[in-house]
């Protein structure tokens, strides 16, 4: 298991660099994750989307589909991978602290 330090904090990461932990997520992770993924500056549809992703894990235990996340966000798929430009799965998911997506997100 490996893990990264970034502003003071220290974060369990798996192979692909999902947290290991959901519980572990934090405004730090954000800033780390959106540094990776070259997003400069954080939105209120980017926020809406973290804020989703989340709530739907919590009550679930996974990842929403995608048609789900547009769904309920009202974001079309294209205007989310503007968002995130690695994706719904790797990059959405990721700052939101979720584990890694095992299927279709």
Not at 61 to 88: C, D, N, Q, W
Not at 89 to 105: D, E, F, I, N, Q
Request: charged share 30%; proline share 6%.
């Amino acid at each position: 298991m490996a893990s990264v330090e970034f502003k003071g904090k220290s974060f369990e990461i798996d192979e692909d660099g999902f947290l290991q932990r959901f519980e572990d997520w934090s405004p730090e992770w954000v800033d780390y994750v959106k540094e990776s993924e070259g997003i400069k500056e954080l939105s209120d549809e980017h926020q809406k989307v973290i804020e989703f992703l989340q709530d739907y894990y919590k009550k679930n235990g996974i990842a929403p589909m995608v048609r789900i996340l547009s769904k309920v966000t009202g974001y079309k798929l294209k205007h989310i991978y503007e968002l995130f430009p690695s994706g719904p799965g790797k990059g959405a998911c990721k700052m939101a602290g979720l584990p890694k997506p095992t299927g279709c997100v």
